[in-house]
Nanobody
Framework: QVQLVESGGGLVQPGGSLRLSCVTS????????IAWFRQAPGEEREAVSC????????YYPGSVKDRFFISRDNAKNTVYLQMNSLKPEDTAVYYC?????????????????WGQGTQVTVSS
C-alpha cells in the first residue's frame, strides 16, 4: 500500500524558512515524479514544485520561484521542500503527491496518491 506522510509544517514569521519532508512507502521512488501542492481556504489546489526521477528536472511557478527548492533522496524514500523568504500568502496546507510519469505536471488530476497534508502558517 502506497503511503505518503508529510511533516515539517508550522507557524513561522514572514521572511522565515521551513523545510517540509514527505516520506513515502509501498513504492520504488525511482519510477515516480513527485510534486508539492498547496491549498489555502477557499482556493484551488496549486502546484508549487515538482521533481522528476530520471534527471531531477524541477518545476516552480512564478509565485515561489527562487524561494522554494525541491529535492529528493530516493535511498531514504523522502522528498523535501525547502521554503525560504516565506510570505503570509504562502499560508496553506501543503501536500505531496506522486505520479508514474517522466515529466512534471502542475495539474492535480495527474497525481495518483496524496499525503494527508501539513499546515504552514506565515504570520507575525
Amino acid at each position: 500500500q502506497v503511503q505518503l506522510v508529510e511533516s515539517g509544517g508550522g507557524l513561522v514569521q514572514p521572511g522565515g524558512s521551513l523545510r517540509l519532508s514527505c516520506v513515502t512507502s509501498g513504492l520504488v521512488m525511482d519510477y515516480y515524479v513527485i510534486a508539492w501542492f498547496r491549498q489555502a481556504p477557499g482556493e484551488e489546489r496549486e502546484a508549487v514544485s515538482c521533481i522528476t526521477s530520471s534527471d531531477s528536472t524541477t518545476y516552480y511557478p512564478g509565485s515561489v520561484k527562487d524561494r522554494f527548492f525541491i529535492s529528493r533522496d530516493n535511498a531514504k524514500n523522502t522528498v523535501y521542500l525547502q521554503m525560504n523568504s516565506l510570505k503570509p500568502e504562502d499560508t496553506a496546507v501543503y501536500y505531496c503527491a506522486i505520479a508514474q510519469s517522466e515529466s512534471c505536471s502542475a495539474s492535480s488530476p495527474t497525481y495518483n496518491d496524496w499525503g494527508q497534508g501539513t499546515q504552514v502558517t506565515v504570520s507575525s
